[in-house]
């Protein structure tokens, strides 16, 4: 039976006290592949922001969007679009507060060259950003959306935008005024669900490691689910084990254990 490990990036096995993921992280995914593991990232991040330092290592597939996309050996297995009604209705009411935003989709994302305000945020990340479009269709787009990301300017604005947002899930970053929009019938959970079953892996052969909220579901869903030592206590208390925190490469000490545990 095949075993699979799903890895969250930011603050799992990418270090934003080091911006880097370090040699030792790289090797250990690189030797549960080898091993026989599948290696998936899950990431609420669509395609478009991975950067080739993460697809560099050379992941079996993506949970992505936050469940929205599946890839699988650069195949979209699944793709589950937002509403195109709904989005046309979000994107009008936030552009009439000149709110800034990026539509995104299974390859690229897109948003106006003006919103000097998100690029720079964005900066903060580990994001490639020649996957980032400014000009296109606005139509064409909008019917390809599997998540919005939205950047207000004070708290004010991120409230309005928050109650524009009550046909869609949101992952509030509130001292960023950043909203995160996506499906509500999405989750990493369901997009664990739908690797498991599309490639025939059982829960008991799927694991885990992350640190932040939207990582929960997955938490509750794999069978064994590893919490990085720097992770919030939600996700601690979920947790199989705990390792050592990123900036100690908890990933790679944590696989090493469990490849003597499992004799291989």
Known sequence: MRKIIFFDIDGTIFSHQKRSISEKVRQSIKKAKEKGYLCFIASGRPYGYIAENVKAIGFDGYVLANGANIK????????????????????????????????????????????????????????????????YQLEEVIEKTIKMEIRTHCIEDYEYALSCCSKFSVEEHREDFVLEVYDPHVSKAT?????????????????????????????????HPFAMGNAIEAIKELAEDICLSVDEDGVAYKLEELFQEKGQ
């Open 72 to 135: 699988y050996r650069e195949e979209n297995l699944v793709t589950r679009y937002l509403n195109a009604k709904d989005v046309q209705e979000l994107y009008m009411k936030v552009q009439k507060r000149d709110i800034e935003y990026v539509f995104q989709t299974t390859e690229l994302c897109y948003l106006d060259e003006s919103f000097l305000d998100i690029l720079d945020f964005y900066k903060r990340f580990n994001i490639d950003f020649k996957n980032f479009c400014f000009s």
């Open 191 to 223: 997009g664990i669900l739908d690797v498991l079953k599309l490639l025939d892996i059982s829960i008991d052969k799927s694991y885990c490691f992350g640190d932040g909220p939207n990582d929960i579901e997955m938490f509750q869903t794999v069978g």
